[in-house]
């Protein structure tokens, strides 16, 4: 099934990233290229699982940038800050359901109508190792190409001025100013335009082929889908899953879809039970919803009495209704909670619905700070395991350092990633408090448990309010049934 997944980074130098943008290049095109920057070089020859790769240049880009290694050692030679950004990179999840020539041409348009038309080289690698998780790799160049073909400014300096107009000097005698972005790249709102732009050539692409799987990039809240959002598994847990083995995220996911119809369920089954009532407040002929023919119509309460009461006729259309239970539980409905007529009905109905969308609310809050606290312990984890990884690679001499992160990619990602984590998410607080986080998770758990009883609970008084819906239904015919039985009674007078 297609899945939505896309996710925009940057490869800057002098962050924690064992890869310069040349490493980046070669690694995920599986060459070997030598950083002219630092003198490294990264040989990834061996990688398996690179089933195509190519770089799509705008008009006026030098034609030797074809060329990866020229193209990204020129991106290396131009920046000289030690914090400069090198690269920018999109990985997205391609559909399984295209064939590789259409995975191919979907990236390719997808490139070049966002990125290569607006002037940025780009470096495309899709990866397929057979496990179900085909994806491209998109690196982006950062600053932009003069029609010359030589490398343009990415900012310049503003003096920032006082309310007379004149420059502000601060006390080391410079002026105040500030960086003025000349492209739009690094917009934040660029981000969206480009997770959407990717969702919509993908469902082009799946349309043209008939397949009806559609992805959208928005969050299940922003579509309006009353749905929890089920944890990513990962290559690692879907394999394991698919061999039978049961792994905690897909335990998890279970959890989730089982939860997920119980609000879905509890949902739909209120929508009809206010539904039904509207139908039948809206016949106001009182003839055609009494079937007693009194002055006034008859009470819920009455009209569930008669029906128990003829339910041992089987002559009688009454006699279809044998279970006397569920006479008693629609009686005993209506008097616990005082309801005569359908305005009462409706209005507990009413009622029922305003807790079904305040224990919803309360459930998808207590669902996501959950989720960020487990994942906030999971990076600290990760942080304290990995850490030493980390110094290591540091202290290990340059010419050296490209074997010892091949040797240990995996530990120095995880560690790389939690600890972007922890400082997005922490801030200036950088105290690591795993047994505060472990009690939080406690007791969010429990009371993400007590609003499922208490859903699961509304979902039992939901169907009791079904079994009046029922009974009624037996004690006043169909429509048709009530016509001729009207004009009956009418020759008989």
């Known amino acids: ?287 055609s919803i009494n079937p007693f023919h009194s002055p006034q119509p008859p009470t819920l309460l009455e009209l569930l009495n008669t029906a128990m009461q003829q339910a041992g006729q089987p002559d009688s259309r009454y006699g279809k209704i044998r279970d006397l239970k569920t006479f008693a539980k629609a009686v005993s409905f209506l008097q616990v909670n005082n309801i005569s007529t359908l305005s009462e009905l409706q209005e507990t109905l009413s009622k029922m619905k305003k807790r079904y969308w305040n224990t919803n609310s309360e459930i998808k809050q207590t669902e996501k700070l959950l989720h960020e606290r487990k994942e906030l312990i999971d990076q600290a984890e990760n942080y304290l395991q990995y850490r030493d990884y980390h110094k290591a690679y540091k202290q290990t001499k340059p010419k050296k350092q490209e074997d010892y992160a091949e040797r240990y990619r995996t530990e120095l990602a995880l560690y790389d990633r939690a600890e972007r984590y922890l400082k997005e998410h922490l801030g200036s607080d950088t105290k690591l408090r795993p047994k505060a986080w472990k009690a939080e998770v406690a007791d969010l758990t429990a009371q993400k448990d007590r609003l499922y009883r208490e859903m699961r609970k509304l979902k039992d008084e939901v169907a009791e309010a079904e079994t009046v819906k029922r009974c009624v239904e037996q004690a006043i015919p169909p429509t048709e049934q009530r016509k001729e039985r009207s004009k009956a009674h009418d020759m008989s007078l």
């Not at 000349?182 to 480009?194: Q, R, S």
């Open 1 to 287: 099934m297609a899945i939505y997944h896309c996710t925009i980074n940057i490869f800057s130098r002098g962050a924690e990233s064992q890869l310069s943008a040349v490493g980046s290049a070669a690694y995920r095109s599986g060459e070997k290229i030598t950083n002219e920057y630092d003198g490294i070089t990264h040989d990834y020859t061996r990688k398996k699982g690179i089933v195509h790769t190519e770089i799509l240049l705008p008009p006026h880009a030098p034609p030797e940038f074809a060329d990866r290694s020229t193209l990204w050692n020129s991106v290396e030679k131009i920046e000289k800050a030690k914090n400069s950004q090198l690269a920018r990179e999109i990985e997205a999840a391609l559909p399984r359901e295209l064939d590789r020539e259409q995975q191919i041409r979907l990236v390719r348009e997808y490139v070049q109508d966002n990125f290569v038309s607006a002037g940025m080289c780009a470096d495309i690698a899709i990866h397929d190792k057979n496990n179900g998780n085909p994806h491209a790799h998109i690196m982006l160049t950062m600053r932009p190409l003069e029609q010359s073909g030589e490398w343009g400014a990415k900012s310049k300096k503003e003096y920032i001025l006082d309310k007379n107009g004149q420059r502000i000097k601060l006390k080391s005698g410079n002026y105040k100013v500030r960086k003025i972005d000349l492209m739009d790249w690094n917009d934040k709102g660029k981000a969206e335009v480009w997770r959407r732009a990717w969702a919509d050539v993908t469902n082009k692409y799946l349309a043209e082929q008939n397949i009806p799987q559609r992805i959208d990039h928005r969050s299940y809240e922003r579509q309006g889908i009353e749905q929890i959002p089920t944890v990513h598994m990962g290559v690692a847990a879907t394999q394991m899953e698919r061999k039978g083995i049961v792994t905690e995220k897909g335990e998890k996911n279970r959890q989730i879809r089982e939860q997920n119809r119980l609000l879905k369920e509890v949902k739909r089954r209120i929508a009809g039970l206010e539904k039904w009532v509207k139908e039948k407040s809206a016949e106001k002929d009182s003839q």
